[in-house]
Nanobody, 116 residues
Framework: QVQLVESGGGLVQPGGSLRLSCTYSGSIYGITSMGWYRQAPGKQRESVADITDTGSRDYADSAKGRFTISRDNAKSTMYLQMNSLKPEDTAVYYC??????????WGQGTQVTVSS
C-alpha cells in the first residue's frame, strides 16, 4: 500500500555533505511515521532518524548535530541532510514508512560511502 524509493547516495570525502531523498506513494495518509535506517557491512540495521506525522523528530546519538530529517508533504518526499560526514557513516541507507503504526514498508536502499 506504500511504495518508497531512495536516491541521493554516493561517494563523498570526510567532512562533506549528502542529501538523501525518499519519495513515497500509495496510501500516504495512512503513514504515521517515517525514518531513515542504515546498515554497514557486518552490522545490523540501525535507526538513524525518524519523523512523525506531527513533525516530531528523533535522532541517533551518532547523527545528532550533523543530520537533519525533514518531510515535504506537497512533494511526497522525505529527506536526510547529512553534513560533516565521517567514514563510519558509510552504509546502505534505507527509507522506512510505518502504516497505521502496524505495517513497515521499506525502500531498496542507497549506498553512502565516506572515504578520501
Amino acid at each position: 500500500q506504500v511504495q518508497l524509493v531512495e536516491s541521493g547516495g554516493g561517494l563523498v570525502q570526510p567532512g562533506g555533505s549528502l542529501r538523501l531523498s525518499c519519495t513515497y506513494s500509495g496510501s500516504i495518509y495512512g503513514i504515521t511515521s517515517m525514518g531513515w535506517y542504515r546498515q554497514a557491512p557486518g552490522k545490523q540495521r540501525e535507526s538513524v532518524a525518524d519523523i512523525t506525522d506531527t513533525g516530531s523528530r528523533d535522532y541517533a546519538d551518532s547523527a545528532k548535530g550533523r543530520f537533519t530529517i525533514s518531510r515535504d508533504n506537497a512533494k511526497s518526499t522525505m529527506y536526510l541532510q547529512m553534513n560533516s560526514l565521517k567514514p563510519e557513516d558509510t552504509a546502505v541507507y534505507y527509507c522506512k514508512a510505518v502504516f497505521r503504526n502496524v505495517i513497515d514498508y521499506w525502500g531498496q536502499g542507497t549506498q553512502v560511502t565516506v572515504s578520501s
